[in-house]
């Protein structure tokens, strides 16, 4: 059965993945341990209560190793650090959590045998996939299966598709729709060139909204170039096209492992013009041998900032416990882990529930429950399995972000 997917959205919405580093590598963890939730708390690392009796077993699935390994990895250091929480301050509901993360290194196939796993183990809930296409993948098997699945990250319209799937991030759509009005909004240019990858549905698909809202912000798209993922390392006849025709602002609704080469080429260049990115841009900071200071002035939307007061216990025990500080995939999936607590207590859906049969109690549960998380307060979501949330908008200024 198919969901109606609504993909209207307020002037004011946006999403954006961010991405870490971390210890990679399969991994299971359980630690000891309402209509609103409060998941924007610190959590101890201590693993005090692993292999507790009764547990309800949450599977998370992302890359852990190969090249989108910084997103897969905060994906499950943040679903790791909210099982340790919820279950220090005493489960869902009195309901001990356990988790179990399995690797999928961006593959869908590999996503799939990964959902397989964690079925055998005796998932009762899936957290993931991380990226768009495995968690399409995964998603046709929880559907067939009727297994509860929400994504942290999986933005491309039919993640959630099906019935029993749900999102803490928004719609690629969404993502660029409100890029284009936040910029029209907030005359950041009205020359705008766009560099996306059409080998992706994720990038394609924020490409497409993009240009057609930015027609109703009086933006103009002077240039709209396209790469694949077997010429991802010269863009020079991109960034030549964009310069040329006077762009003042580069839209990057793409990955930062490339666009931390198109930066590298635009300096390159001595083009310097605004540039704009959404979704997996935030780890750019974070790649290796990158020269951050190219970095400087660009902007996302992006629903988490550690320098917000309310993420400041949640970035402390984060830090304590992996080395490094959390982002918007880590912010997402810690979200994700909190939903499952609320639809816990909301359903009353016992510990050792037929996988089947919590997932008919959470697709009302879902509907019917509201989190203050670490990604949007007052957080919500609709049938179709999309959030309601408001996101912010920040800007790199020496070498951090800053909230706008």
Request: a negative charge; charged letters at 20%; hydrophobic letters at 40%.
């Amino acid at each position: 059965m198919k969901k109606l997917i609504t993909l209207g959205l307020t002037a004011a919405m946006v999403a954006s993945l961010t991405a870490c580093g971390g210890n990679g590598g399969d991994a299971t963890t359980a630690a000891a341990g309402g209509d609103t939730t409060t998941a924007a708390g610190g959590a101890s690392a201590d693993n005090s209560g692993a292999g507790a009796e009764g547990a309800f077993k949450i599977g998370v699935i992302g890359p852990l190793t190969g090249p989108a390994a910084a997103y897969g990895i905060a994906v499950q250091n943040g679903a790791d650090l909210a099982v340790k929480e919820i279950n220090e301050a005493g489960g869902a509901g009195g309901i001990m959590l356990e988790m179990n993360a399995q690797d999928d290194e961006h593959d869908p196939q590999k996503s799939v045998n990964a959902y397989n796993t964690l079925k055998d183990w005796g998932a009762q809930a899936i957290v993931g996939s991380t990226t768009s296409d495995p968690c399409i993948a995964v998603a046709a098997e929880t559907s067939n299966d009727n297994m509860f699945q929400i994504t942290p990250s999986g933005s491309a319209v039919e993640c959630v598709a099906p019935e029993n799937v749900f999102r803490v991030c928004f719609a690629d759509p969404d993502q660029g729709t409100a890029s284009a009005v936040y910029i029209g909004e907030n005359k950041l240019a009205t020359k705008i060139a766009v560099i996306y990858d059409s080998s992706t549905t994720y990038s394609s698909g924020i490409r497409e909204a993009f240009v057609k809202e930015a027609a109703n912000q009086g933006l103009e798209v002077v240039a709209d170039e396209a790469f694949t993922a077997d010429n991802a390392t010269d863009f020079s006849v991109q960034l030549d096209k964009a310069k040329e025709a006077g762009a003042e602002l580069v839209f990057l609704p793409i990955y930062y492992q490339e666009a931390s080469v198109i930066l590298k080429q635009a300096s390159d260049k001595d083009f310097a013009p605004i540039f704009f990115g959404c979704d997996g841009m935030d780890g750019i900071l974070t790649v290796e041998n990158f020269d951050t200071s190219l970095a400087e002035g660009l902007m996302l939307l992006t629903p988490f900032s550690t320098t917000e007061e309310s993420s400041k216990a949640f970035t402390e025990a984060y830090v304590a416990a992996y080395g490094i500080e959390p982002n918007q995939f880590a912010a997402d999936s810690y979200d994700a882990v909190y939903a499952i607590k609320a639809a816990l207590e909301k359903s009353g859906v016992a510990a050792d529930a037929d996988f089947s049969a919590v997932c008919d109690a959470f697709k009302t549960a879902m509907t019917e429950i509201t989190i203050d998380g670490l990604t949007g307060e007052g957080m919500t979501w609709n049938a179709a399995g999309e959030p309601d949330k408001a996101p912010k908008a920040v800007k790199i200024v020496n070498g951090v972000y800053e909230m706008q």
